[in-house]
């Protein structure tokens, strides 16, 4: 039987996180950098633990202002920092309401920085071992993030986007673009359908690539989150495809 994981970025203010944890499998919890704070974070951690979900850590750009999604120019010594920082804080937090912190997802610009850029990635991957080389760690499907994951010794999670476009190269359409976001339910349960069951990818000039579906993400702030998460989830069980954690 297929089976996939359903992860959700959470803990970044948008309210809908309990009922977004009913429908998937992991959470990628905000660290407090481009959203959440201590409270935020307990809070969520509590819910996942309740819920049965996966917990994650989501460590970002200390930039609330542009929600983490405005690329910078760290130094890679920096990045491993802020990220370290980031996985404690949560995991933490998480050890003391009783959970285990299971995996960690760059968040925004982060991580779509470090899919191209192999230093980057590379002191996100050394600063997840550094904290604890049992941790998963998400990346881009086919980017360079994954080879990253993978000299470091670490486990990866191909990581695929219910609500997001793709172009030729596999990366995703930047959201500055008119076409970056999937607004229609029944476009984003295609282009799921087609990822876990064909493991391609149609990309906005019509090309279809190969692609390694391990965790699909819908993210918690899209307008559609709920009504994705809900739907998603119902057609993935109606094909016989399990949702668990990766």
Do not use: W
Not at 139 to 167: H, N, P, Q, W
């Amino acid at each position: 039987m297929l089976s996939v994981d359903l992860n959700c970025d959470m803990g970044e203010g948008c309210g809908n996180d309990a009922v977004l944890m009913d429908y998937v499998s992991s959470a990628n919890i905000a660290c407090g950098f481009h959203a959440g704070d201590a409270a935020t974070m307990r809070k969520t951690v509590e819910t996942a633990i309740e819920k049965g979900v996966a917990i994650g850590a989501h460590p970002g750009y200390r930039d609330r202002e542009n929600f983490g999604r405005v690329s910078m120019s760290l130094p890679p010594d920096e990045v491993y920092d802020i990220v370290i920082e980031q996985i404690v804080s949560l995991r933490d937090i998480c050890e003391a309401a009783g959970g285990k912190l299971r995996h960690v997802k760059a968040h925004g610009a982060l991580y779509n920085q470090a899919a191209k850029d192999a230093e980057l990635a590379g002191a996100i991957a050394s600063a997840v071992r550094d904290v604890d080389d049992n941790l998963m760690l998400f990346g881009l499907s086919g980017s360079i993030m994954i080879d990253e994951i993978e000299k470091f010794g670490l486990r990866s999670a191909s990581e695929v986007f219910a609500d997001r476009t793709y172009r030729s190269d596999g990366s995703l359409t930047p959201r500055s673009e008119p076409n970056a976001l999937i607004h229609d339910t029944d476009a984003a349960v295609a282009q799921v359908l087609q990822m876990v069951k064909n493991q391609t990818i149609t990309t906005t000039d019509g090309i279809t690539i190969p692609i390694i579906a391990d965790t699909i993400c819908i993210h918690g702030d899209g307008e559609n989150a709920v009504d994705f998460a809900q739907i998603i989830h119902r057609k993935l069980i109606d094909d016989g495809i399990n949702i668990g954690p990766v």
